[in-house]
């Protein structure tokens, strides 16, 4: 089981990114699904997340510029980037809650997507 993320890259400021990050495996549910981000020299934070029932949550930094929105048909987790800041130049991990198909839960991170805003 597990989660690969894709869509960062290189962006100047004011643009816009759409990052995904897909569940895979042996999987018979996936409860919260979130974004967080790691800028050099800074603690890991939490940009977005989202619960199963779509109840949404964002960081105070990004809140009228991202939304985070699921797939739940393609175990697929979405952060639409807009208005983009050199600020938010960070790795992004995509993180989800996932209950395996024999009961187990486990507590993925995808691998990171580097995300660079140019001024």
């Known amino acids: 089981v597990q989660l690969q993320a894709s869509g960062g890259g290189l962006v100047q400021a004011g643009g816009s990114l759409r990052l995904s990050c897909a569940a895979s495996g042996s999987i018979h549910s996936i409860n919260g699904m979130a974004w967080y981000r790691q800028a050099p020299g800074k603690h890991r934070e939490l940009v977005a997340k989202i619960s199963s029932g779509g109840s949404i949550k964002y960081a105070d930094s990004v809140k009228g510029r991202f939304t985070i929105s699921r797939d739940n048909a393609k175990n697929t987790v979405y952060l639409q980037m807009n208005s983009l800041k050199p600020e938010d130049t960070a790795v992004y991990y995509c993180?989800?809650?996932?209950?395996?198909?024999?009961?187990?839960?486990?507590?993925?991170w995808g691998q990171g997507t580097q995300v660079t805003v140019s001024s």
């Open positions: 993180n989800a809650i996932v209950t395996l198909s024999w009961g187990g839960r486990r507590n993925l």
